[in-house]
Structure formats: structure tokens, C-alpha cells
């Protein structure tokens, strides 16, 4: 199993920033991609930002330019930094890893429990 922790989320006026970390444990498990998705009330969530463990990146053009997604392989670790947002960002953010079994290499993905950002007016 692998836990993933949360923080970083809260109320920020547009044009603020906030910083977003997450940061798996668990025994057996060899992490790949780490990411952040979100979703908006009444909306489908959606992939923000993604970075695997040798370094590819990808993101949402929505946030291309002001987002910044980051890793620290070693305690497991990846924080979205947030800056210029908008009210459109709003949303409950949740922190996604693709793992895999070191004994039998099954994937397995996992979530966090979701930290809400709110960006005002």
C-alpha cells in the first residue's frame, strides 16, 4: 500500500500563489509518475500537472506558463507551485501516483484525499 499526504491548499485572492505537496510512503512499491488533477464542482476532474521519475512533464495548457510542478524522488515528494491564479482555478486538487509492485511490477495507482484551493475575486 501506499499512502499519500496532502497540504498546501486554501484561499488566496487572483493573482496569488499557493504551494501544493504530496508525499507518498509505503513499503514495496517503486513510484513512476506522481501528478496533481482537479476538480471543479460540477465539472470532470482533470490532469493539471505530471512528472515521472526521470523527469518528463507534462501540463494542462490551462495552467502552462503559471504552474510549476516539481519532484524530490528521494523522500518521494512532488509540490505544485501556483502562481497568477484565477477563480477558474478553483477546485479541490488531488495528489495522484502510478506505482508499481517491485515483486510483481502490477500497476497500481493511487490517490490522495484532496485539498481544496479557492481563488476569489
Known amino acids: 500500500q501506499v499512502q499519500l499526504v496532502e497540504s498546501g491548499g486554501g484561499l488566496v485572492q487572483a493573482g496569488g500563489s499557493l504551494r501544493l505537496s504530496c508525499t507518498a510512503s509505503?513499503?514495496?512499491?517503486?513510484?513512476?509518475?506522481m501528478g496533481w488533477y482537479r476538480q471543479a464542482p460540477g465539472k470532470q476532474r482533470e490532469l493539471v500537472a505530471a512528472?515521472?521519475?526521470?523527469?518528463?512533464?507534462n501540463y494542462a495548457d490551462s495552467v502552462k506558463g503559471r504552474f510549476t510542478i516539481s519532484r524530490d524522488n528521494a523522500k518521494n515528494t512532488v509540490y505544485l507551485q501556483m502562481n497568477s491564479l484565477k477563480p477558474d482555478d478553483t477546485a479541490v486538487y488531488y495528489c495522484k501516483a502510478e506505482a508499481r509492485q517491485i515483486i510483481t511490477t502490477t500497476r497500481v495507482d493511487y490517490w490522495g484525499q484532496g485539498t481544496q484551493v479557492t481563488v476569489s475575486s
Open positions: 509505503g513499503n514495496g512499491f517503486r513510484i513512476n509518475l
Open positions: 512528472a515521472t521519475s526521470t523527469g518528463i512533464i
